[in-house]
């Protein structure tokens, strides 16, 4: 038997030792390796084209998040610390 001539359910397939029999050998062979092996093409480039960038060393890029981050919750700090400050005045002067 070459192929499968009815289609059978997965579950039927696990329960019948002869049914994964036949579903195992239908299956193609393939290489497990395949999967993480990168098949880097290269890619022709003009000869105008731009300088390849260099990449950004880890401690300045891990400054800069940090010190975007902090201003960021600085900012957001003082924004919400003004509302609250306005809602408080208006309450209070409109009691």
Known sequence: MSAIATPISP???LVCPELRRQWAAALPDIDPDALFR?????????????????PVPFLLAAATY????????????????????VVALILTLSG
Do not use: H, Y
Request: hydrophobic share 55%.
């Open 11 to 13: 579950e039927l397939a």
């Open 66 to 85: 940090a010190l975007s981050s902090f201003a960021a919750s600085l900012l957001q700090g003082v924004v919400t610390l003004t509302v609250v400050a």
């Open 38 to 54: 990168s098949d880097r093409i290269a890619r022709p480039t003009p000869a105008a084209a731009a300088p390849a960038e260099r």
